[in-house]
């Protein structure tokens, strides 16, 4: 059933997260990134809407070639070429993977070739910057809001289908989930896992491919914007690519164990999913590089090494979280976390069917010091992204904003679907470990 807070919140992102993109677009094209001087310009009547909209480029040929071309290669990638990746790196996991159980007990394969996709596609961007010059590295850049149409017109077309198809011609029937309310169902998704074929997967391809993909690639690109306007690239552009970078490789490393995370084993896929992929993750994830190509600045290298660490540290911080618990479950608790056996709780819930299982909730290294630390370093290293751009303007701290609502609803999604699920046995857990994010704190 949808309550009327979901149903509301659902019609208010409906409506206005496609405006909040172009806002932030828009302001950076026609305002040099003031997010204030819009409005200003607006209640004034120095300008009207109509003024602001005519300046805005429209959709070109030469935006949805380049969008259908990219897509085009992605999924080629995604679907032609096996990976080869695993056969010679070491602890990389690829290759067919298996994902979750579904809810309708079904176990589904995955090709696992990210990483491969990441190399292939950055290789070829190299080669032509250095040696073909087919396209220029600012190309990307020079087509932002043209392409930005293009984005939504896939978001949407493929949010649509989804939504279609759930309701006649299903991958899996026992798999799909009405509500009875349009909105919600579109939104949310109706299909668990749709797909085309064996292997192409609805849900990994757009939650990694082509947003995540493009991501270094878009702040390549700014970078070389800030080459071509300045004749050099400031320190703070560098901190920005290199920390992202960071992030968006470990994504495509760990992509296998990607498949058992919140995104894959509980979201079905919709317009949150289709569209947010499509358009939210690689127009709003990558606005402090935007920001620095409008706004160059060089950080004092005190300040730069400060930023360096506070991103490097929250990466750590995310990524042996994940590992810790990681390695709990894989080893049934048979571990040492930091030198000791782990602690943890034993809980049990009962299946649909009345089968009573057990679970391990561990208590102890990261996951002793907040329920949910992993989120904890994510948003140490968001933090560091946006503190890359100074303090002129809000712009580019709109990610950390947006990155502290996401994470802290993941928590509480998190935890009311654990309490559901374990009962007594949750509130033990709880007590154990009573902090969410922030020890101490929160």
Known sequence: EVDWFSLASILFLLMFAPLIVYYFIMSCDQYQCSLIDPVIDLLTGSKHLSDIWNKTPTLTYRAASIYTLWVAFQVVLYVCIPDFCHKFLPGYVGGVQEGAVTPAGVVNKYEINGLQAWIITHVLWFANAYYFHCFSPTIIFDNWIPLLWCANILGYAVSTFAMIKGYFFPTNAKDCKFTGNFFYDYMMGIEFNPRIGKWFDFKLFF????????????????????????????????????????????????????????????????????????????????????????????????????????????????????????????????????????????????????????????????????????????????????????????????????????????????????????????????????????????
């Not at 919140?262 to 402090?288: E, K, S």
Request: charged residues 15%.
């Open 207 to 442: 939650n990694g491919r082509p947003g995540i993909v493009a991501w270094t690639l878009i702040n390549l690109s700014y970078a070389a914007k800030q080459q071509e306007l300045y004749g050099q690239v400031t320190n703070s552009m560098i901190l920005v690519n290199v920390l992202q970078g960071i992030y968006v490789l470990d994504f495509f490393w760990n992509e296998a164990w990607y498949l058992k995370t919140i995104d894959i084993c509980h979201d079905h896929f919709g317009w949150y999913l289709g569209w947010g992929d499509c358009v939210w993750l690689p127009y709003l994830y990558t606005l402090q590089g935007l920001y620095l190509v409008y706004h160059p600045v060089q950080l004092g290298t005190a300040n730069a090494v400060g930023i360096l660490m506070l991103g490097l540290i929250g990466y750590y911080i995310f990524r042996m979280t994940n590992h810790q618990k990681d390695l709990f479950r894989r080893t049934n608790g048979n571990c040492k976390i930091w030198g000791k056996k782990p602690e943890y709780i034993e809980c049990s819930y009962m299946s649909v069917d009345g089968t009573k299982y057990y679970s391990k909730l561990m208590t102890s290294g990261f996951w002793g010091w907040a329920r949910h630390f992993n989120y904890t370093g994510d948003l140490m290293g968001s933090l560091a992204y946006c503190l890359t751009c100074g303090f002129d303007h809000i712009l580019p701290y709109f990610y950390i904003v947006y990155m502290t609502i996401l994470l802290t609803h993941r928590c509480i999604r998190d935890e009311h679907r654990c309490f559901s699920k374990y009962g007594k046995d949750w509130k033990r857990y709880t007590s154990a470990v009573p902090y969410r994010l922030i020890p101490g704190v929160f």
